[in-house]
């Protein structure tokens, strides 16, 4: 009855289609690399932490990507311009497969670009997202949280859809860990596929503060008046506009929900992060793993 009451619901209310990714952050943690190279571009294995992001979101059924940049960038959107000479010297050169890869890209799914060329934060970059957006629940990806698969962002557009308010992933960490993140407040059990009420949340408490054991990774779905939240966030330390803040008045105005994440989850915004997911998913690679396994093992 529930379940069938949740289907009911869900034709309710919108299915987030259109996908923000925040790609304007100076990326000081890698240093010097960023001097040049986007963080969001750097390789996993030969492929660009933000095509794996886009990737994720058209297995969740998105079809719109909105990539918040900033002119101090143009290596962002040159990856995603034609590249002629390339492809045909790769058809040129019997490598039609390539060819018809790299064309691929920009045009398997839809993107805008929106600017943020001055970095106040994550909640400023999804506001600057407003106008691509328009007035429909959209999700959020960080792309320097790399995700095994789409299901995750794919539950949580289907719960947004179903409940008609905004969605956060979660991850439980040891209790001693969660004063570095933002940490829900929740309501209620959570249901057997891992979704809860959320009450509220709090950015970096102290432990004996912290409301629960449960973190906020970065795969999001929102309801577009979190737009007018940003607008009502009150600077932070260094002037930065949280996305946390806007949250908080979403979570205790209406309806919010955090799913738990039980997928994959790599953090690849600092070398060693971006070092232990190149390694894990090279050994995973079908191209390449067997050797790489080979080679690491002689190498231990
Ligand atoms: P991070 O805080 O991990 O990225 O933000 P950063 O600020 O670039 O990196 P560090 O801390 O200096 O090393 C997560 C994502 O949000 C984007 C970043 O580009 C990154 O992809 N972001 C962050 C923005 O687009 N604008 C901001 O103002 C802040």
Redo the contacts with the bound molecule.
């Keep these: 009855m529930r379940l069938l009451m949740l289907a009911a619901r869900s034709i309710l209310f919108m299915r987030a289609h259109t996908a923000v990714?925040?790609?304007?952050?100076?990326?000081?943690?890698?240093?010097p690399a960023?001097k040049a190279v986007?963080?969001?571009l750097l390789p996993i294995i030969d492929t660009p932490a933000l095509q794996l992001i886009i990737d994720e979101c058209m297995g969740a059924g998105i079809d719109h990507i909105v990539v918040?940049?900033?002119h101090a960038k143009p290596a962002i959107e040159a990856y995603f311009a034609d590249a002629p000479e390339v492809v045909a010297k790769l058809r040129s050169t019997g490598r039609d497969h390539v060819a018809d890869h790299l064309e691929a890209i920009g045009r398997d799914v839809r993107i805008s670009f929106a600017y943020?060329d001055?970095?106040?934060?994550?909640g400023?970059?999804v506001g600057?997202a407003r106008e691509a957006v328009g007035d429909e629940p959209f999700a959020v990806l960080?792309?320097?949280?790399i995700m095994g698969d789409s299901s995750l962002l794919a539950q949580m557009c289907d719960v947004s859809a179903a409940t008609g308010g905004s969605v956060v992933g979660l991850k439980h960490v040891p209790r001693e860990e969660v004063s570095a993140y933002g940490v829900i407040d929740p309501v209620g059990e959570m249901s057997a596929d891992g979704v809860i009420r959320v009450a509220t949340m709090v950015e970096k408490p102290p432990l004996d503060k912290a409301p629960s054991d449960l973190i906020i990774i970065?795969r999001y779905v929102l309801t577009p008046d979190v737009f007018d939240c940003i607008e009502r966030v009150v600077p932070g330390a260094g002037g930065?506009?949280q996305l946390t803040d806007a949250l908080r008045m979403q979570a205790e105005a209406g309806p919010f929900h955090g799913v738990l994440s039980t997928i994959r989850r790599y953090d690849t915004?600092?070398p060693f992060g971006w070092l232990t997911a190149v390694v894990e998913l090279a050994l995973d690679d079908e191209r390449i793993g067997e050797q790489f396994r080979e080679w690491l093992q002689a190498r231990l």
């Design positions: 990714i925040p790609a304007a952050g100076m990326g000081t943690r890698f240093l960023t986007p963080k969001e918040v940049t900033s943020q001055v970095a106040m934060g994550l400023h970059a600057c960080l792309p320097d949280e970065g930065e506009i915004g600092n």
